[in-house]
């Protein structure tokens, strides 16, 4: 979703306000963002976004039945909370979702640019658990403190640029 600049502009400054604490940051920026013009339309577009979330987690949880049932990770299949196995019981793997799309209506030529997305998106997903596993290799021996209060910011730096070669 694209976001109006006005409304950019404040989460930033309620970013500002509150480095530490979203809750806050949160809050503020609820009640600056509805004296905005054009809140309501915008509000309205949240909905549909919102409704969006609900049908690709549904379709995800769908998702992970179709994997468990075909055996992909291990062992019979599970019962899944909140999944009827009525649900199921007319699934076809053509309704498969692939980032919001039933797998039975793509076409075959736009497999490659899907999987590339996919691949991406995966990538991404990876450097940040490599990086976190990275970090928690630095953990002081005793005690559990911020990053900030134990790290050198040079020692956050290397992993990023020299060991992840991004930055």
């Known amino acids: 979703m694209q976001y109006p600049d006005d409304v950019k502009r404040l989460a930033n400054v309620c970013a ?3 480095p530490s604490d979203i809750d806050k940051a949160v809050k503020e920026w609820g009640k600056r963002v509805q004296r905005l013009k054009g809140y309501v339309a915008w509000r309205d577009s949240l ?7 609900m049908i690709a987690d549904s379709r995800h949880t769908k998702n992970v039945a179709m994997r468990k049932e075909a055996g992909k990770y291990g062992g019979s299949p599970t019962v899944i909370a909140g999944l009827d ?3 199921l019981s007319f ?4 309704d498969y979702s692939i980032d919001g799309r039933r797998l039975g ?4 030529s736009e497999l490659p640019g899907i999987a590339q997305e996919q691949a991406g998106k995966a990538n991404g997903f990876m450097f940040n ?3 976190c596993q990275a970090l928690y290799r630095l953990k ?4 559990d403190d911020k990053l900030e209060n134990v790290l050198k910011e040079s020692q956050v730096r290397k992993l990023i640029t020299k060991q992840y070669g991004w930055g």
Do not use: C, I, M, Q
């Open 140 to 143: 002081p021996k005793k005690g």
């Open 91 to 94: 699934a076809s793997y053509f």
């Open 105 to 108: 209506d793509v076409l075959f």
């Open 16 to 18: 500002e306000k509150f």
């Open 47 to 53: 909905v549909e976004v919102a409704g969006r979330g």
């Open 129 to 131: 658990a490599n990086l």
């Open 85 to 87: 196995t009525r649900d």
